[in-house]
């Protein structure tokens, strides 16, 4: 029981092998997940407690297998090592250490070369993860981001690195490529004309709500987005935000409506990692705010749909 606890009462996530315990067992993992429990600035009301996001996540994932009989009768645990390295020791109050912190664990990680799952914690977390790739890789990287809002803000309440904030200081890192940038399902009035006005003018692409809803179908949509961000670049990766969802689906994220069912979100993600992304992260679940943890146990499904997909992309290369 001990080696399957990564920290106080809480298991290594869908009882993946403990890297903390074991670290000299990495290099057998096919699958590196770690958690970023970091929330920066509040952005609206009380609102708060994503950063409790990968414990609850690890928690809610106890019960649960790799077998997905609706797809194919898979069982991702027979084709995937998977391990769990822990969480990224953050600085509360302190964004520019903590996003330090962030990118040396992220580099980590990315040495490894094993696919990544990263669980926040908010959004601010994929700037440091993606920079430390570029660093790591020296690759050119396009992005599929899932999310209702562009997330492009210049600061969220005047921190550069907020959860408001983090695409446009990757417009600005050197090996984004910002046509292979592609802000996928945005939806909604938190949005600001801005968002809209930069995303564009820097070359990024929108595909909103209703491109995906006026397709002819979700797995089209899906290969379109993926074709966008892998146009001149070397890989893709893929971040998604729990509020791309309706908020029926999502009670432990923001509360957006006229976002994504479960099913369109496990269905496109399977897609996206079927066609070769090199890691992801799943941020914005926000524990204190969901009383059965809904959103929490779903992250283990889009894990799975998503390694479900990255088997397929490795039998094809």
Known sequence: ??????????????????????PEKAAEMDVTVYGVPWEGAV??????????????IRLSSARYSGYLPELDHIDVFEHLK?????????????????????????????????????????HGITFPIVSSLIESTGKKVGIIHLD?????????????????????????????????LVHFGIHGPRNKPENGRLANDVGAVTLTIHDIRQSSNIRTIAQQAYQI?????????????????DHAFNPGGPVDGN????????????????????????????????????????????ALYALAGHIKSLKKG
Request: with cysteine; glycine share 10%.
């Open 229 to 245: 961000a892998s146009a001149n670049t070397d890989v893709v990766y893929l971040s998604i935000c729990s509020d791309v969802l």
């Open 82 to 122: 998977i391990g769990d390295m822990g969480d990224v020791a953050v600085t509360p109050a302190d964004p520019e250490d903590t996003m330090g912190k962030i990118r040396q664990f992220s580099y980590k990680v990315w040495e490894k070369k094993t696919f990544p799952i990263a669980f926040g914690g908010d």
């Open 1 to 22: 029981m001990e080696d399957s606890i990564i920290y106080g009462n809480t298991p290594c996530f869908l009882k993946a092998v403990n890297l903390v315990k074991y």
């Open 259 to 302: 976002g994504l069912t479960s099913y369109e979100l496990l269905n496109i993600v399977h897609e996206i990692t079927s066609l070769g992304v090199i890691g992801m992260d799943y941020v914005e679940v926000y524990p204190q705010q969901d009383g059965n943890d809904f959103s929490s146990h779903f992250a283990s499904y889009v």
């Open 43 to 56: 952005t609206w009301g009380d609102y708060t407690g994503c950063e409790l996001g990968p414990k609850v």
């Open 148 to 180: 209702a809002h562009y997330d492009n803000n210049e600061h969220s309440n005047g921190d550069p690195y907020g959860r408001g904030a983090p695409f446009a200081r990757l417009y600005e890192t050197d090996g984004v490529i910002n046509s292979s």
